[in-house]
């Protein structure tokens, strides 16, 4: 039998975690509005950004939800969330950066994108503010980061933010609560010309 599937060691060492994790728990009383961060070249940030607003939106909290490059076509999460009660949905972007080819343009938008974002971060009535890709409006510096930092941080003390897109600039990381960077193994789409499906990217 190998050391894996002895089952009293197995139980020793979960005994182990779970006195680690009940002291863990113990000793997070604080708190507060969590800054959460998801990066990186993998698929599923805003997936996970969306899975995140379920939750919220399952123990009857207000949402409110910025698309800062997504909106060239339409979306299964825009049809989905916008009809929801309590779902303020904006999508503000022109698509992607290689199909609007206009600075400007994007520039434009992003600004009035946080505009937008940025009404919300005043408002406590907002429990959770989903930023979709608004990593992307950053790398571009289609917005000023010491304004989006500065209003991220003067937002009401429970309310909870979700940035997504990649390259997510390292102040931005600074400043976040909860930070994950995804990898990307394998894609359909860039490694075996599969398109975008309903359900999976659309």
């Known amino acids: 039998m190998s050391r894996n599937s002895n089952p009293e ?4 060492r979960m005994a182990i975690k779970q006195k680690i994790m009940q002291q863990r728990i113990a000793q997070a009383q604080k708190e507060q509005g969590i800054l959460l961060v998801l990066t990186g070249p993998g698929k599923g940030k805003s997936s996970s950004g969306f899975g995140m607003v379920a939750r919220a939106l ?3 909290m207000k949402v409110g939800i910025v698309q800062f490059i997504k909106g060239a076509f339409s979306t299964g999460e825009q049809a989905f969330f916008s009809q929801l009660a309590n779902v303020d ?4 972007g022109q698509g992607y950066t290689w199909d609007t080819q206009d600075r400007e343009q994007d520039m434009a938008a992003a600004s009035a994108a946080w505009d937008v974002v940025a009404k919300m971060l005043q408002d406590p009535s907002y429990d959770l503010l989903l930023l979709d890709e608004l990593n992307i409006a950053l790398k571009y510096q289609y917005l000023d980061l010491d304004r989006v930092l500065d209003d991220l941080q003067a ?7 979700i ?3 990649r390259n997510a600039p390292p102040e931005l990381i600074e400043l976040a ?3 994950t960077d995804m990898r990307a193994l394998k894609h359909a789409f860039k490694d075996q ?8 990217e659309l």
Do not use: E, F, L
């Not at 949905?89 to 503000?92: F, I, N, P, T």
């Not at 937002?155 to 933010?161: D, L």
């Open 193 to 200: 010309g599969i398109k975008a499906q309903k359900g999976i």
């Open 58 to 60: 399952g123990h009857g």
């Open 177 to 179: 609560d909860t930070v």
């Open 9 to 12: 060691r197995h139980a020793q």
């Open 163 to 165: 940035v997504t897109g």
């Open 89 to 92: 949905y904006h999508v503000m």
């Open 155 to 161: 937002r009401p003390a429970m309310q909870h933010v």
